[in-house]
């Protein structure tokens, strides 16, 4: 791969020359299928990868023997992983998976280690180079966790839906800075799904969504975020132009109760595309598991209050 090509890459772009020159000789070049595995969690590491072409899913396998995953990260063009490979001698700590048709580039363990061996001093330059690199992941990852766990702390403490709307709303938008968005519970009486918060609409109290809407079909069919860079041209569902999502980017983030859609959240830029990244859906797939959990809760104390009253009522007939 010569030089020019390499430093298209976003990595190589931003080295400095003397360390670009001393790492060009030492790339090499893999293709990968969508869904093809290129390392599995466990396994020994014998290189670091960075992405020419395509995305990769990084997971954690939760079970096994039910092939049930976390996904930890989706890297794109630019991206690298596996540099571990190169620092540690640790088996992989994670899954990596062609999440498309994907051309990566390598650095083998043993091209560094042999650079090591005959030119030390290049070698830390390189070291030193992806360390900082790391060290600026560490630091955005650090924030997302902060604001993982404070969300959970304050979801966990809400009495009603409506502040698990508002704790909700407003931890997602000082992460994750869309223009609008939208908090919404599925009503089992009415057999649709209201909104119950929301920033950036002018909605009437009430607002509701039925079952056949684009949106809610996917995710009911899916079960998973909703990620749209280009929402007008996005053909996995139709929105006109008078829907109250309609825009330029959108991120939606499901949750469940007792394995069943219970409601979602729906950010959205208006304006720009490629507003929301994989970084954002994986941050607000984590709030929405607090939030799973939270209306759960909410739901039994419902319940409970409910069992009280017509105790009481019972009591009082008789």
């Known amino acids: 791969m010569?030089?020019?090509?390499?430093?298209?890459?976003?990595?190589?772009?931003?080295?400095?020359?003397?360390?670009f020159r001393?790492?060009?000789?030492?790339?090499?070049?893999?293709?990968?299928?969508?869904?093809?595995?290129?390392?599995?969690?466990?396994?020994?590491?014998?290189?670091?990868?960075?992405?020419?072409?395509?995305?990769?899913?990084?997971?954690?396998?939760?079970?096994?023997?039910?092939?049930?995953?976390?996904?930890?990260?989706?890297l794109v063009k630019g991206g690298f992983f596996g540099e571990m490979a190169i620092f540690l001698d640790q088996p992989r700590s994670a899954e990596a998976v062609a999440k498309t048709d994907a051309t990566l580039l390598t650095i083998s363990k043993k091209d560094f280690s042999d650079l090591f061996n005959s030119s030390p001093a290049a070698a830390f330059k390189i070291m030193e180079f992806f360390?900082?690199?790391?060290?600026?992941?560490?630091?955005?990852?650090?924030?997302?966790?902060?604001?993982?766990?404070e969300t959970g702390r304050l979801v966990s403490a809400a009495r009603s839906v409506s502040e698990l709307s508002d704790i909700v709303m407003e931890k997602a938008f000082g992460a994750i800075e869309p223009e609008a968005g939208l908090?919404?519970?599925?009503?089992?009486?009415?057999?649709?799904?209201?909104?119950?918060?929301?920033?950036?609409?002018?909605?009437?109290?009430?607002?509701?969504?039925?079952?056949?809407?684009?949106?809610?079909?996917?995710?009911?069919?899916?079960?998973?975020?909703?990620?749209?860079?280009?929402?007008?041209?996005?053909?996995?569902?139709?929105?006109?132009?008078?829907?109250?999502?309609?825009?330029s980017s959108m991120l939606a983030s499901p949750f469940f109760s007792h394995d069943s859609l219970s409601g979602f959240i729906i950010l959205l830029n208006r304006t720009r595309q490629n507003a929301f990244s994989y970084e954002h859906m994986i941050l607000l797939s984590a709030i929405s598991g607090y939030v799973s959990v939270a209306f759960d809760n909410l739901q039994y104390m419902q319940e409970a209050i409910d069992r009280s009253r017509l105790s009481r009522a019972k009591a009082t007939i008789q």
């Not at 607002?207 to 069919?221: C, G, N, R, T, Y």
């Open 22 to 74: 001393i790492v060009a000789p030492l790339v090499g070049e893999e293709n990968f299928k969508a869904g093809e595995v290129i390392f599995k969690e466990g396994s020994s590491a014998d290189r670091l990868f960075i992405i020419k072409n395509g995305e990769v899913d990084i997971r954690k396998v939760i079970a096994k023997e039910d092939e049930r995953y976390k996904l930890i990260a989706v």
């Open 131 to 149: 360390t900082s690199v790391i060290m600026d992941r560490l630091r955005n990852t650090t924030n997302e966790l902060v604001t993982i766990y």
């Open 183 to 247: 908090f919404i519970i599925w009503n089992t009486f009415n057999r649709e799904f209201e909104v119950y918060g929301q920033k950036g609409f002018d909605l009437g109290i009430g607002a509701d969504l039925p079952e056949s809407d684009p949106l809610i079909k996917w995710l009911v069919e899916n079960g998973e975020p909703f990620l749209s860079f280009d929402l007008k041209n996005d053909n996995r569902i139709s929105i006109s132009e008078e829907s109250i999502y309609s825009g």
């Open 2 to 19: 010569s030089s020019e090509e390499l430093k298209n890459i976003s990595l190589f772009r931003n080295m400095a020359d003397d360390i």
